[in-house]
């Protein structure tokens, strides 16, 4: 009996909170506008609703998981925290916070980042680490911040901060940059590098230091 309650009591959470997605417009909905949560248990609260014991999000093409959140029903996030893992079609993220904005398509991921991306079906995974990790999912572009590396193609990169555009598919590196490959290394203040197919190189600024090993 108790389960049949919470079971019913999610399903009421949810048609509100897909009701409050859908609510500036009125057009037919779109798959993108629906958003499904599961939880073990939830508590409903004036100001948010707790949901514990497993928590399962899907919209549309992304499915993030976690151990608990918290549902801002007023601003259409929900915060997730313990064992976050986010999947998406072109790549997977974990890590120990996450703040969902579900409208925006804003994701803030939060210590112990980890981010497997592959730009295209013929390309390497980029592999990134990072304490912060901001994905905006309209483009998969995405901002890094704190103890950011990057591998990629046999390169390692290094910085206080990446940003990447998916629509060119440029990302700069900036603050104590560092690149390795086969053994020799580059150092600067910023550099740019292009992922894009058939176009791949970089470019290094500021203070640039180059050690080449000679056999």
């Known amino acids: ?68 959140g918290d549902l801002f029903r007023s601003e259409q996030r929900i915060f997730l925290e313990d064992d976050i893992r986010a999947e998406y079609p072109d790549g997977i993220v974990t890590a120990s916070f996450l703040n969902a904005f579900l409208n ?16 295209s079906a013929e390309k390497d995974i980029l592999v990134l680490t990072s304490q912060y990790l901001k994905l905006f999912g309209s483009d998969n572009s995405f901002t890094a911040e704190k103890d950011v590396e990057i591998d990629y193609e046999g390169q390692n990169f290094r910085g206080d901060r990446a940003d990447y555009d998916g629509q060119t598919e440029i990302l700069l590196l900036s603050g104590n940059v560092e690149i390795e490959e086969d053994g020799d290394w580059i150092k ?25 090993r000679i056999d």
């Open 1 to 68: 009996m108790h389960q049949s309650k919470r079971v019913l009591y999610i399903l009421i959470i949810l048609v509100i909170f897909s009701l409050s997605i859908g609510a500036e417009e009125v057009v037919e909905p779109r798959e993108s506008q629906s958003v499904y949560i599961n939880a073990e248990s939830l508590s409903y609260q004036e100001e948010k609703t707790i949901l514990s014991g497993g928590v399962r999000i899907r919209k549309a093409d992304t499915l993030i998981t976690a151990l608990t």
């Open 104 to 119: 925006e398509e804003e994701y803030i991921f939060e210590e112990t980042v980890l981010l497997n991306y592959r730009l």
């Open 188 to 212: 600067s203040d910023r550099a740019s590098f292009n992922l894009a197919e058939g176009e791949e190189g970089y470019t290094a600024e500021g203070n640039v230091e180059l050690m080449i």
